[in-house]
Each structure stands twice: as C-alpha cells, then as structure tokens.
T-cell receptor
Framework: SQELEQSPQSLIVQEGKNLTINCTSS?????LYWYKQKYGEGLIFLMM?????EEKSHEKITAKLDEKKQQSSLHITASQPSHAGIYLC?????????????FGKGTKLSVIP | NAGVTQTPKFQVLKTGQSMTLQCAQD?????MYWYRQDPGMGLRLIYY???????DKGEVPNGYNVSRLNKREFSLRLESAAPSQTSVYFC????????????FGEGSRLTVL
C-alpha cells in the first residue's frame, strides 16, 4: 500500500472559497514538504514542516503537521485562479543524512472564476 | 536566473533506441536527482547523486543509467528505450542536507513508440 496518501485526488472550488488538502503517512516522518505544480511545468517548493504541531503560512496558504507527525494539511483561504494546479506532499522518512523523498500522488485543484 | 535546465523538452523514440536527457543547475547545489512522473503513480525517484562523483539508485532504476559529469551537470541515459519508459522526466537539485527543498526543472516529455 502507498506510504503517503493524499486526499482528495481532485478538487473544484469557486473562487473565494476556502479548501483543505490532506496528506497522511502510514508511519512517522522526519519532515513533510509541500510542492505545487502548474500544468506542464516543474514542481515549486512551498513549505517545509519538521516539528510535531508545527504550522506555517505563506500568503493565503497554511500548512500544518500533526503532533504525531503522520498527517499534514494544506489550507488555502479565499482561493484564486492562481492557486490552481497540482499540490504534492513529500515525506522524508530517514532524517539526517537522507537523500530521498517519498511523494504522494498529488491533488489536482481547479478554481472556477 | 536559469535554475535547473533540462534538455530536450520533448522527444519521441522508437523502441530500442537510446537517448540521453541532460540536466544542468547553476545554484551550486551538491545533490541532484532524476524523477519520473506518471499518471496514477505520482513522482518516483530513478537515480540521485548526493555529491559530485557519487550516484545511487532510487525506487525505479531499471533501464536507466546516470552520469554526474561535474557539480553542475547530471545526465540520464536510456540505453534501449521501452514503451514503459514513456513518461515525464524531472531533474531536481538541492544543497546537502536539504533533501526536501528541491528545485525542479520544467520536465522532459518522452514518448517511446
């Protein structure tokens, strides 16, 4: 089974609405990373979470990591068409000296004007 | 600001042909990666190079070879292309110890007929 599950697989929201994307790990992780991919382009790093209970915000996007370090959520407030794309979470399961991330399959977000 | 540059952006091959995907970064990163992205499978690591002079297998290395030519360049070679290697390939790079903060190229779309 997949170590890192994202939900939902896809999401269509009206502009101005809030939304949440979830990333759930089957085991405790050392770090959780959120990326955004615009259609046909490469991934862009958004935020890094490493401590249980940590929360970070950038503009209208807030990411949280639960205390057990197995679940993260990405919340977008007052969505805009510019938020559309594919959001992926990546997990570091090894900690110091690690060179590999495990990625979720992504959540495709569409924002309707 | 070039960042991570991949060539070619598009390529069509026949089964059995060989080709090399080129990747170069200008951010003085030590670590470089090759991923493939397939519908329903997400992003999977093919090979990585933790530092100049080293390469290691990722999750799906079969059918591929890599060369870390120097600190800037990391190439991916398909010796005998197969239809199962039809995919979008991404090169990424980062600093040592910053496994989750990857900088991605725009991708190379490869079709094997």
């Amino acid at each position: 089974s997949q170590e890192l599950e994202q939900s939902p697989q896809s999401l269509i929201v009206q502009e101005g609405k809030n939304l949440t994307i979830n990333c759930t790990s089957s085991k405790t992780l050392y770090g959780l990373y959120w990326y955004k991919q615009k259609y046909g382009e490469g991934l862009i790093f958004l935020m890094m979470l490493q401590k249980g209970g940590e929360e970070k915000s950038h503009e209208k996007i807030t990411a949280k990591l639960d205390e057990k370090k197995q679940q993260s959520s990405l919340h977008i407030t007052a969505s805009q068409p510019s938020h559309a794309g594919i959001y992926l979470c990546g997990a570091d399961y090894s900690g110091a000296g690690s060179y590999q991330l495990t990625f979720g399959k992504g959540t495709k977000l569409s924002v309707i004007p | 600001n070039a960042g991570v540059t991949q060539t070619p952006k598009f390529q069509v091959l026949k089964t059995g042909q060989s080709m090399t995907l080129q990747c170069a970064q200008d951010m003085n990163h030590n670590s470089m990666y090759w991923y493939r992205q397939d519908p329903g499978m997400g992003l999977r690591l093919i090979y990585y190079s933790a530092s100049e002079g080293t390469t290691d297998k990722g999750e799906v290395p079969n059918g591929y070879n890599v060369s870390r030519l120097n600190k800037r360049e990391f190439s991916l070679r398909l010796e005998s292309a197969a239809p199962s290697q039809t995919s979008v390939y991404f090169c990424a790079s980062t600093w040592t110890g910053r496994v989750g903060e990857l900088f991605f190229g725009e991708g190379s779309r490869l079709t094997v007929l």
